[in-house]
Every structure is written in C-alpha cells, then in structure tokens.
C-alpha cells in the first residue's frame, strides 16, 4: 500500500521539512518501500509482550536538585546566527 | 622502525621509557595523514598545530617524569587519537557530518574524549562520518566519501568509515566512534581492524551527537583488542552528566587466566543459525567457522544455538531509530546553532533551513520516524516495533543462560564498491542485518578480523555477550589475536 502523495506533504509538514516535487516523489516511492518491508512485524502476535523502551536493567539515578554553573550565556550564543542584546534573534511570532 | 605502525600498547610503552617522545609519534602520524588522506579522506578536520603544542607539553611531563624515576600515572601521555565528528572536542569544528552543523564550534567536551585526554591523549583530528551517524558506507556524509585503505573503490562501512579507515591505514593507533546499529562493528570488519560497541549506558554520551537514544553507543577502533580494551577501561562507568550510564563496577579485564589450563577453557560460545542464512558471501561463512574451530582449538566449547526473532530486528530497528533521530534532530532548526536559511516568519526559516540543510539519508529517517510516530499509526508501528523489541531481547536473555558468548558475521559481504547501492535505501539497511540485534538488545559486540576473501579484503568476525561482561570480550578477541596475525597485515596503499 503506498504512501499518497498528501501522506507525504503532511509527515514532511509535521517535520518541518520543505521538500521540491522531484523529492515528494522519490521518498513517496522509497517510504513505501521501506514501509512494505517494515509490516512484516505486524506477523506476530504480542498480544501479552510488554513493550521495551530502554534495556537498562537499573533505573537512572536522579541527582540533587540543586543549582551549579552552567556553561554562561556567552558561550551558548556563540553559536547562533542571529543574536540581539543576548538573546537569539528570530524574525515576530505574533503581530 | 616507522611509529605508525607500532599498536597503541607498544605505543604507551615506547613513550613512557623514553624510546620515542610524543613530538615525534604526533609528527609521524600527521606526516602519514598528509600522504595518505588525499587518497582516503578519512578526516573532516586536522588540529595539527594544538596536537603538536600538546605533545610538547605531553614530553616536557614525560621528562620530568624520568628525571625523578617515576613513571606518569597518566596512561595515555602523549598518545595521539582521532575521534569520530559526532562527539564534540571543545573548540573544535564538530558537523556530524552534516552541512546543518557546519562552522558549528562547540563550546564542551564530550565525557569520553574528556577522560581519554585527562589521561594524557591528544586529540589530532575529527573522523568523517555518515551524515548524523545514519549510514552503513560513510556515502551519506555531507563532506564526501571515505575510501577502504584496502581497496580506495570500495567503502570503508559506516557510519564510523572515517575512524576505521584510520586506523586501518595507520594514520593513528586508535579512535573513537559510536554504534547505534553497527556503525563500530561493521567498518571494522570492512577495513580489517578491531571494534567495539560497549553495553548500552557503559560509556557516557554526554557530548554525542545524539541519533537514537535508546541504542547509540560510544564506541572504540584500534588495531587490536588489546588496544582497544585500554581506552575502554578509561572512558567506561559512571557520568553524573549522563543519566543513562550505568553504576555497574568496570569488570577487570585478565587476558591470561594463569591457571595452566587453555586460555579459553570453560568458555561456551553459541552459533546462532539465523546469521548463516543464503545471501551470505562464501568466504564470510568460511571464515568465521574457521575461527571458532580455533575458539574451540583454545579451549572453548562450541555449541548450535537459535535466537528466533533474529529476521524482526531490521524492520524493529528502522522504526525505533528513525521514530528517534525524528525527535532528537527537530533540535536543528537555525535558531540557536548552524547555518539559517533567513525566512519571513521563524515557521518558514525551519522549513527551509532543515529543507535545504538535511541530507537525504537524514530526511528520508526523520520522515519514518515522524510517520511511525505519528496519530493513527503509532499503536502499529512503534507500539508494536517496542514490543518485538522484547522478543529480541529475550532471545538473548535466553541463550546466555546456556552459554556465556555468541559468535557470528558483522556483515553478509566484505566491503562493497562505492555507489553500489545507488539510490536504494532498503538495501544499504539489509547490510545491517547481523549487527542490528545487539543494539536492540543492548548487549556488547566486539568485531575483530578473521581472514581475506578472494581479492583481498577483511573478513571480520563478532563475538556478543551479556551486559556489562565486556572482560570476556577482550579475553577471547586477544586469545585469538595471539595465534593469528590477521590484524598485524597492513594494506599496501
């Protein structure tokens, strides 16, 4: 059963990921593919399986709750491609 | 005697008793990087000036070391490494691989690089890479393909190609990569050296880019198991910056058991009959049963084994790994690092910077993931990828109650011809297919080689076993890499 072409725009969409028509159709063709070959799993029964998330076999520990330096504004924004008065810059969310 | 060809044990050695200075190892190796490189590329970035200023300070340590009698408490001291473009050195250029993290700098350390050099190492470069760790060939890297050092058509296996191909051209003694699906452990075998994944939560990942976080490993290249088991030992246990690390002791490792008895007594290795299935080159098969025979010549007994749900682990893993990278890379998105497609709104400078920004290999794993994941299929898809994610794990669980290691191929085929796989992403994942299963189980594997095919190429061979027994590992890779020479042979490039 292959993906539709709106199935395609609408994950891509969801991933924020802005795609030309030439690669709507390539990874409609190579989604489905993979897609086929993925449902071989639905063969087996797990009706009582519980599902596996992490294989660590000890919970993680939590550490105290307290505050210690972080790394410091400057070199966190050292980084950004925009930035005003110390902040990241992006262009007006809300008019 | 050339330095580069001395293993990172003889290299410590020479080192500490003064036969050579760290000046002149560093010195050899980027000597041996400027010739080879144009032919491997297996770097992405070169820090000759501050690795050779480091091996001046390293030396000068080293010497006044001597002067008293005393020798450094610093393993490592003055030993160059390289370390694979997903784990952050602070200062240096770290991409993944990938055009949406170029001009990145980031401003830490990653906790196994920061223990391997509080130890005394000096990092020489960033390896190349499969964009984002997501690969089996390093083809999928942003920055261009690296070249098998046995033969420069084929790929040197991914993701951590750049590493393997290093080290197996002996550009440097050791290097990091990470294994989220077999990315140690399938180079190694295509380029002819030995691989480590550790157990899930052994080495922090603190500083790793990160892909799926339920499976990524740090991970270890070199050129034996030896070598391999140093630089374990100093990045493995507990980090208060990784909550995923386990508290479980670092088990000692012994590689000679001096009770007069063959050095593999005692050992039960288990085949699994599902990785000798068709579609599996002859001389892989051949050379991998010619192993164990000399396992068992060691001492160890051989028995037939199954894990059942052997054939589920691709489907499972290419739903839980991409349903991952689908949430961990929505990070990328030109607000607060890498490049930003400047856009009229902050929606449209997301679409357009991860657009144009994302290799295919990338969009195609966010695209799964988001799918699986997303309302009306996550109960058939990821729901029940989780739960055969059990059935995978209780294969293991079951076999090691019966023996204590299972041998196996890392790969159906030794290296393949760049570009043979072209455009079709379905038969670069069935190259996985060995490897998968560990991480889904999170056990340990180690890859270490076993012989040539036909024209020349590695054969490498795993050895699993359960959490956290990484020592057994290293016992039967070293007691084999003592009456084989398979990673002493050098490829002539």
């Not at chain 2, 690969?135 to 033969?151: I, L």
């Not at chain 2, 069935?430 to 594997?445: H, I, K, Q, R, Y």
């Not at chain 2, 095919?453 to 956290?468: A, K, R």
Request: glycine share 8%.
């Amino acid at each position: 059963m292959p993906l539709s072409l709106e199935e395609v725009e609408h994950i891509a969409t969801l991933a924020r990921l802005e795609l030309t028509a030439e690669e709507k159709a390539r990874y409609r063709q190579q989604l489905s593919a993979i897609l086929d070959y993925i449902r071989k799993l639905q063969e087996l029964d797990t009706t009582d399986i519980p599902p596996t998330s992490s294989v660590l076999s000890e919970a993680s520990p939590l550490r105290a709750d307290e505050s210690r330096p972080g790394l410091g504004r400057e070199a966190l924004l050292e980084n950004a491609p925009e930035v005003e008065r110390g902040q990241f810059k992006i262009p007006p969310v809300f008019e | 005697m050339d330095l580069t060809d001395l293993t990172l044990k003889q290299a410590i050695s020479t080192l500490h008793h003064g036969e050579t200075s760290s000046r002149e190892l560093t010195r050899a190796c980027l000597a041996r990087i400027e010739q080879l490189e144009p032919s491997l590329h297996a770097f992405l970035y070169l820090a000759a000036d501050s690795a050779m200023s480091q091996a001046d300070a390293a030396d000068r340590e080293l010497a006044a070391l001597r002067r008293i009698n005393s020798q450094s408490t610093k393993l490592l001291l003055g030993v160059p490494l390289a370390i694979k473009d997903v784990l952050t050195v602070e200062g240096l250029p770290c991409t993944a691989g990938s055009k949406i993290l170029e001009g990145f700098i980031p401003p830490f350390t990653a906790t196994a690089v920061k223990r391997l050099q509080e130890s005394g190492a000096i990092v020489i470069g960033k390896t190349n890479t499969d964009e984002f760790a997501m690969g089996s060939s390093t083809e999928n890297s942003a920055y261009g393909v690296t070249h098998n050092p046995w033969d420069t058509s084929r790929v040197p296996g991914g993701s951590s190609g750049g590493s393997a191909a290093a080290v197996a051209a002996r550009l440097i003694p050791a290097a990091l990569g990470t294994d989220t699906g077999g990315s140690v452990r399938q180079p190694a075998s295509f380029c002819g050296v030995t691989g480590l994944k550790p157990t899930y939560g052994r080495v922090s990942r603190y500083g790793l880019v990160a892909y799926g976080s339920s499976l990524d490993c740090v991970g270890v290249l070199a050129r034996t198991a030896e070598d391999v088991a140093i630089l374990y030992t100093i990045m493995a246990g507990r980090d208060p910056l990784d909550a995923t690390t386990a508290g479980a002791p670092v088990s000692r490792i012994e590689f000679v058991v001096a009770d007069g008895r063959p050095p593999l007594g005692g050992l039960r290795i288990g085949i699994p009959r599902e990785y000798f299935v068709s579609g599996i080159q002859a001389e892989v098969e051949a050379g991998v049963r010619q192993a164990v025979s000399m396992l068992e010549g060691l001492g160890a007994e051989i028995h037939e084994i199954s894990l059942p749900h052997t054939e589920y682990a691709l489907p499972v893993y290419y739903i839980l790994a991409p349903a991952e990278a689908s949430a961990n890379l929505a990070r990328y998105d030109g607000i607060r690092y890498g490049p930003r497609i400047q856009a009229e709104s902050m929606w449209d400078i997301f679409y357009r910077t991860r657009g144009s920004k994302f290799g295919a290999e990338v969009e195609r794993r966010i695209m799964l993931g988001t799918y699986a994941l997303s309302a009306g299929y996550y109960d058939a898809y990821y729901g029940q990828a989780q739960k055969v994610r059990t059935l995978i794990k209780r294969d293991f669980e079951q076999a090691f109650e019966q023996i204590d290691a299972i041998a196996a191929p890392v790969a159906p085929t030794t290296a393949f011809p760049i570009g043979a796989h072209g455009d079709d992403p379905l038969a670069m994942y069935l190259e996985d297919v060995f490897t998968l299963p560990a991480n889904l189980a999170g056990v340990p594997g180690l890859a270490f080689p076993v012989g040539f095919d036909g024209t020349g190429l590695p054969v490498g061979m795993q050895l699993m076993v359960p959490h956290f027994r990484e020592d057994v590992l290293f016992r039967m890779a070293h007691a084999y890499q003592q009456v084989t020479d398979w990673q002493a042979q050098k490829p002539r490039i």
